[in-house]
Nanobody, 119 residues
Framework: QVQLVESGGGLVQPGGSLRLACAASGSISSIYAMGWYRQAPGKQRELVAI???????NYADSVKGRFTISGDNAKKMVYLQMNSLKPEDTAVYYCNARRGTTAVYYNSWGQGTQVTVSS
């Protein structure tokens, strides 16, 4: 089992910045990727960014150039630096960890942290 705890959400004005952090505990040796998803009211949960062991990253088109994902592989922590935030970035952000292999993996989720972008 893997437990994930997020921190860093909140209310920010358009154009502002926030930094999310996520710490993993438990069976962390099996984690090969960590990332962030978000879910806005009435919408499906979507991938925001992911970082894979070795440092490869992938971003949703909507956040490229504004968000940066980084991680501490040894500690199994992941961060999301969000700049130039827009109202459409408002959502609950969930930390995600994938355990296993790229062929067969299991997801673990954090409890979510609210990000609200509003003036």
């Amino acid at each position: 089992q893997v437990q994930l705890v997020e921190s860093g959400g909140g209310l920010v004005q358009p154009g502002g910045s926030l930094r999310l952090a996520c710490a993993a505990s438990g069976s962390i040796s099996s984690i090969y990727a960590m990332g962030w998803y978000r879910q806005a009211p009435g919408k499906q949960r979507e991938l925001v960014a992911i970082i894979i062991d070795g440092g490869n990253t992938n971003y949703a088109d909507s956040v490229k150039g504004r968000f940066t994902i980084s991680g501490d592989n040894a500690k199994k922590m992941v961060y999301l630096q969000m700049n130039s935030l827009k109202p459409e970035d408002t959502a609950v952000y969930y930390c995600n960890a994938r355990r296993g292999t790229t062929a067969v993996y299991y997801n673990s989720w954090g409890q979510g942290t609210q990000v609200t972008v509003s003036s």
